[in-house]
């Protein structure tokens, strides 16, 4: 069993990222990406591929408390600095400190400043009148940092930074518990390096705080699950994470609550004894009935009843509207399923009004690649009946990829990110089961997303109308 990522692996995938990049660079040179853009894909992918070799070979002989350390200072640290550069580049690029095409980050900052601005009375009414219930739990958590910290954006980014380091500790805790010491260093270490995770400590958007709390959810579940002593603690946390994840995003919040009840039907015996499963089932069941709104119930439910219908008016929409693709109006649960651990692919050709996804398409190739070790780490647990070990965070994980397949939003990194840490968790249990046999389905897989991007630009700009 491999304790660290091998060099043989992040040497290939830089080799493959900066192939893939040239390749699409000449055969779209009308579109090349610009310079800029192309520093943002090829550092992050150097970084994160040089460093999960090194660090997960260096910091193994380290104690559990040396490590835990190191690894919260050094992502807050990374954090840090990335939020400091991106703020001056946004200011620089945009002329504000907010991304391009800043639509939902205005709204949030605008919407949570005028508590501090103009007073708590206006900042009800406005949310009120414009802020649903599943979208306001941001809204609410922005505008109680800026009563204490000011309404300038640099100190609630911070903010962000200490708490997506503490996510990276979390994972580690949770990847330990199910797979031991090798996965928890591994899983924690590519946390802590991956540039998605950073992004969005930068800008003002709900994913950093809704990503801790997902899996804040799942490690404090899991650890209930296998206790071996009943605490009101354990108990008495998960349940209001799903209740203040349901102002965050309802259908996560429905995936957290099924997550959790196949967890007490399926986990192993051994894991969780059936008088455990009896009795957390009646508790889980009355503290449901007692805080869950009939109103959420039915909105989860409308939802799900309506998923194709949405999804078929999604795609249909983004085909016809201007500077659409009209490639989208063929999408279908049937086309992405079988491509939801890998989605998006990069986006390493020059299209309008998408700086973000360029900005991305480094990060983008990163879980391309990784994902080949998340799908190794599901199939091998499955074939050796070893699953009901992990029941948890593999429902949470699969239904929500579930639930992106049936909507409109699969090929949306945003949409992707609040289980990006469980799938980076199970690639590293991946990383563990590697042997020298398994070089060369790497190698072949590493081939075959060099392939799906080159094709994915022409897709992005054959859609479009542009002459190639």
């Given at each position: 069993m491999l304790n660290y990522f091998p060099r043989f692996f992040s040497v290939r995938a830089i080799i493959c990222y900066v192939v893939t990049l040239a390749l699409v660079s000449s055969f779209f040179i009308r579109y090349a990406l610009p310079f800029q853009f192309m520093l943002f894909?090829?550092?992050p992918v150097a970084i994160f591929y040089t460093y999960s070799n090194k660090l997960t070979t260096n910091w193994y002989r380290y104690s559990t408390r040396v490590f835990t350390k190191k690894l919260f200072i050094m992502a807050m640290v990374i954090r840090i600095l990335y939020v400091i550069f991106i703020y001056f580049y946004y200011i620089d690029m945009?002329?504000?400190?907010?991304?391009?095409?800043?639509?939902?980050?205005?709204q949030y900052h605008v919407m949570a400043a005028l508590w501090r601005d103009r007073g708590f009375d206006l900042f009800l009414d406005q949310m009120n009148e414009y802020m649903s219930f599943s979208d306001s739990g941001y809204?609410?958590?922005?505008?109680?940092?800026?009563?204490?910290?000011?309404?300038?954006?640099?100190?609630?980014?911070?903010?962000?930074?200490?708490?997506?380091?503490?996510?990276?500790?979390?994972?580690?805790?949770?990847?330990?518990?199910?797979?031991?010491?090798?996965?928890?260093?591994?899983?924690?270490?590519?946390?802590?390096?991956?540039?998605?995770?950073?992004?969005?400590?930068?800008?003002?958007?709900?994913?950093?705080?809704?990503?801790?709390?997902?899996?804040?959810?799942?490690?404090?579940?899991?650890?209930?699950?296998?206790?071996?002593?009943?605490?009101?603690n354990n108990i008495l946390l998960p349940g209001l994470i799903v209740l203040t994840m349901f102002t965050l995003r309802t259908v996560l919040a429905a995936v957290m609550v099924a997550a959790l009840v196949a967890a007490l039907i399926l986990s192993s015996g051994k894991q969780l004894q059936l008088w455990k499963k009896i009795l957390y089932t009646i508790v889980f069941a009355v503290w449901m009935f007692m805080t869950v709104g009939v109103e959420i119930v039915q909105e989860t439910q409308q939802l799900w009843e309506e998923?194709?219908?949405?999804?078929?008016?999604?795609?249909?929409?983004?085909?016809?509207?201007?500077?659409?693709?009209?490639?989208?109006?063929?999408?279908?649960?049937?086309?992405?399923?079988?491509?939801?651990?890998?989605?998006?692919?990069?986006?390493?050709?020059?299209?309008?009004?998408?700086?973000?996804q360029?900005?991305?398409?480094?990060?983008?190739?990163?879980?391309?690649?990784?994902?080949?070790?998340?799908?190794?780490a599901v199939f091998l647990l499955l074939i050796r009946g070893d699953w009901r070990q992990h029941v948890l965070p593999m429902a949470v994980m699969l239904g929500y990829l579930v639930v992106l397949v049936f909507s409109n939003f699969a090929h949306s990194e945003r949409f992707h990110f609040p289980?990006?840490?469980?799938?980076?968790?199970?690639?590293?249990?991946?990383?563990?089961?590697?042997?020298?046999?398994?070089?060369?389905?790497?190698?072949?897989?590493?081939?075959?997303?060099?392939?799906?991007?080159?094709?994915?630009?022409?897709?992005?700009?054959?859609g479009r109308g542009y002459s190639i």
């Open positions: 894909g090829f550092i945009t002329g504000q400190p907010h991304a391009f095409s800043a639509g939902d980050e205005l809204c609410w958590w922005l505008a109680i940092e800026y009563l204490f910290l000011g309404t300038h954006v640099l100190p609630a980014r911070i903010v962000k930074c200490v708490i997506d380091a503490f996510s990276c500790v979390l994972i580690y805790n949770l990847a330990k518990r199910n797979f031991g010491e090798a996965t928890g260093r591994i899983a924690a270490v590519f946390c802590m390096l991956m540039p998605n995770m950073w992004f969005y400590c930068g800008v003002t958007l709900k994913e950093t705080e809704m990503a801790f709390l997902t899996i804040l959810f799942v490690e404090r579940a899991d650890l209930a699950l296998r206790a071996r002593k009943i605490t009101f998923r194709a219908e949405n999804q078929e008016i999604g795609y249909e929409a983004r085909a016809q509207r201007v500077g659409g693709n009209t490639f989208a109006q063929y999408v279908s649960a049937t086309v992405l399923a079988p491509l939801i651990f890998t989605i998006p692919f990069s986006t390493m050709v020059a299209v309008p009004n998408q700086e973000n360029m900005m991305m398409n480094g990060a983008n190739f990163i879980k391309n690649i990784l994902s080949g070790l998340t799908i190794l289980i990006l840490a469980f799938e980076l968790m199970f690639a590293a249990y991946g990383v563990t089961q590697l042997t020298n046999k398994h070089k060369r389905w790497y190698v072949i897989w590493l081939v075959g997303i060099c392939v799906a991007n080159i094709v994915w630009a022409w897709v992005k700009l054959a």
